[in-house]
């Protein structure tokens, strides 16, 4: 990952950018489509990270690729960053532009792993208790790890809420190892 300060910045820039435009939406449309380009084909973001070529083949390469897929605003931006040379951002600023978007939008994306695929009842109970816990709309990205055996990870942001059979068993462990009982 990029430094995250510097994800971070130039991420809140673009947004508060794209903020005054009225574009949040059509930008974070935009750093998405760039984003699947660079995970799709990971030989191009080496090429634009890479330092022997030089500032305007990265920046005509970006033209070529991006210029008709985004909006001018984010062509600018994707220039602004390669003349900057902070190329290596790219493959970050789209999760912090759409954290900010959300954040603006009060929406909360919450990670959650279970140990089994939760159930449509489970998720909008789940949802519901997070909501009134967060006072925020809240989206959930599912995942399953049987290796947690039980209960849930939740992650929030910079919060995780660890509430898995593994991890309760692993501090159960570390007491008993310590010679403090449950």
């Known amino acids: 990952m990029a430094e995250l300060a510097v994800v971070r910045r130039y991420a809140r820039a673009l947004f508060d950018t794209a903020h005054r435009a009225g574009a949040v939406d059509q930008i974070e449309a935009d750093l998405k489509a760039v984003d699947q380009v660079l995970r799709a084909t990971p030989r191009f973001s080496r090429v634009l990270r890479a330092p022997t070529i030089s500032v305007d083949q990265k920046k005509e390469l970006a033209q070529r690729v991006f210029g008709n897929r985004v909006s001018p605003?984010?062509?600018?931006?994707?220039?602004?960053v390669v003349e900057r040379r902070r190329e290596a951002i790219l493959n970050d600023v789209y999760a912090e532009f759409s954290r900010l978007a959300n954040e603006e939008r009060n929406i909360l994306a919450v990670q959650v792993t279970a140990a089994v695929p939760l159930t449509d009842q489970?998720?909008?109970a789940l949802a519901a208790a997070l909501t009134r816990r967060t006072g925020k709309t809240i989206t959930l990205e599912l995942s399953v790890d049987p290796q947690i055996m039980g209960g849930l990870l939740l992650r929030m942001g910079d919060t995780v809420i660890d509430g898995s059979i593994r991890s309760r068993l692993n501090q159960l462990r570390d007491r008993l190892q310590s010679g403090h009982a449950a």
């Open 73 to 80: 605003l984010a062509a600018r931006f994707l220039t602004l």
């Open 122 to 124: 489970e998720r909008d």
